[in-house]
Structure formats: structure tokens, C-alpha cells
């Protein structure tokens, strides 16, 4: 890997990394379809899953009540764990192409959706129930091990299943960072063999970009009360979209 494309890599968890700190959403998503339009989609899971597992650790350790957390969503964590293992599984059998184009079109799709939602005040729910909540925990955790994109249905379910809550962002929040954390923890399982016996530049390089990503989160929370977070929503999800129809556009042409 030339330096030019190190420091590429660099300056998107930065990015990412802040604009995460900031909105709450970003490290994951921003990156992976960043990197995915230069680089294979087994590449871009073993150059984010350490990143991601710890600002996602970090956000959603912050403030404590960890064990209820645990308790009240761990089917929800189990089942993302067990799809995200299998997800991880199938970076090895589908064509890096397939992949990215089934990100390009989760990622256009949950952007339009949060513009939907911000413009009529009207989101996009899935029942809050035990069917739904088995399904959603497989299918996001599929998505998330194989493309990173575990945002979507999560968020559909999290949106009803916390809407009684005196504090339903927050709890939503939570619990999709502890979604996030076990699918990264998956998806270490299923890729570690492949990224131990990587260069090791390349292993350099995961714990650089693990320590810059969880370093730059701390700045968006510094700034998350002194700037417009709507304002950094709307640029994250802008953001999103360029990078969902670059990847989309990549493949197809």
C-alpha cells in the first residue's frame, strides 16, 4: 500500500471519526463506502472492524448503565452477533462487486429515508414485536458483517421499539452501538486469520487508524454542544449519499 493511499485511509476515519462524535452516526458507514470505492469489500471489513468496534465500544460505554443495556436488548445483540458472523462469511463466497452495489443501494435508501423523516417529521418504523425483532437482529446482522450497512433495519426496529421511553434517542443510541460492537466482534472471528498474516505495515496501519478514529471521536463530542448538530447531520448524511452513488455508479458502469 503507497503512502498516498495511507494517508487517503487516514483522513477518512478522521473525517468519519468527527463526524460520528458529533451526530451519533458516520465512522462506520462513511468509511466503509469511502473506502469501497477504491478498495475490495474484504479490504475495507479488515480496515474498519477495529475502528469501529472500539468508537462504537467507546460511545456506547459512555454514560454507564451497561448491564441494563445488556439485559434489555441482548436477544437483539445475540442475533446481530450470529448474522454478522455468517454476514462476515460471505465476503469469501460473493463477488466484491455484488457486495458494494447491495451497500451503494442501503445506503442511498436509509439516507432518503432520514431526509423523509426530517422534512415530515414521519419515520419509517418496522413492529415492535418478537418476530421482528428475530428477523431484524439476522437480517442487520447479515448486512452489517458482509457490507458494514447494519444501520438501516436496526433503525427501523430501534425507532419503535423506544418511542414510550422518557429518553428514546439515547436508548436508541445504546442499543444500536451495542448492535454495532458485537457485529464487529463477529466479524473479528470470521477475518482475523486473513488480517494476521498481512504485512506488517498493514497491521501497523489498523492500530494507527483505531487510536486516530477514537482520538478525532473525542473531538465531535467536544463540539457536539458549540455547533449545529442538525446542521452536521445534514452533512453526514449528504456525505452518505455522494458515497452511496459513487459506489452504486462503480459498479455499474
Partial sequence: ???????????????SSVFHGMTGIGVTLIATTALASFLPMREVLMLTVLPCLFVNL???????????YFKKYGLLALLSFIGSWFGAKLVYIIPSDVLILVLGILIVGYVAMQFIAMRTGRNFTLPNNQPTLIVVGLLAGI???ATNAMSPLLVMYLLSATSHLADPKMEMIKSSNLC???GKIAQIFV???????KPTQDLLLYGAISIISVLTLSVGFYFRHKISVAVFKKMTLGILLVLGLKALWTVIV
Avoid at 467507546?58 to 441494563?68: N, T
Avoid at 477475518?191 to 498474516?197: S, Y
Fill in 58 to 68: 467507546v460511545v456506547f460505554l459512555d454514560g454507564g448503565k451497561v448491564g441494563y
Fill in 143 to 145: 448486512l452489517g458483517g
Fill in 180 to 182: 454495532y460492537v458485537v
Fill in 191 to 197: 477475518l482475523a486469520p486473513a488480517m494476521l498474516i
Fill in 1 to 15: 500500500m503507497d503512502i498516498t493511499t495511507v494517508f487517503i485511509i487516514i483522513a477518512i476515519f478522521v473525517v
